[in-house]
């Protein structure tokens, strides 16, 4: 396995994250990387990134925020209601490794909206 996968499957496994992602957050690139892969598992696309914090990932970040909550602000905190709801298993069968599978893969037939 090489390093960029051994990277991105370490950072999933982990279910915590040092700093705050997206808007005005810390975007330390593992916290970002966790933060793409789960919302790949949840079904939500953050851009081809290499675990940077662009736009897309942002735009992601909100859509899923808007699920359940009135004013999604873009930021995935530590101790926040974002990270806790993406650490929930989705009802959707796969895992954090086959959501990053499809997104370097670039598979958008995989990717639900």
């Known amino acids: 396995m090489d390093s ?3 990277k991105r499957n370490d950072a999933i496994n ?3 994250l040092i700093g705050s992602v997206g808007k005005g957050g810390k975007n330390h690139k593992p916290d970002v990387g966790r933060v793409q892969a789960m ?3 949840h079904g939500y696309n953050p851009g081809n990134t290499e675990d940077f914090c662009t736009d897309d990932t942002i735009n992601a970040i909100v ?3 808007a699920r359940f909550m009135a004013s999604p602000d873009g ?3 530590p101790t926040g209601r974002t990270w ?3 650490c929930i298993q989705p009802l959707a069968h796969g895992s954090p ?3 990053l599978a499809n997104k370097w893969s670039g598979n958008p037939a995989k990717w639900s909206q």
Do not use: G, N, P, Y
């Open 84 to 86: 806790k709801r993406l």
């Open 39 to 41: 919302l790949l598992l």
């Open 75 to 77: 930021r995935v905190d």
């Open 97 to 99: 490794q086959e959501a």
């Open 63 to 65: 859509k899923f925020q």
């Open 4 to 6: 960029v996968h051994h």
């Open 14 to 16: 982990s279910t915590q």
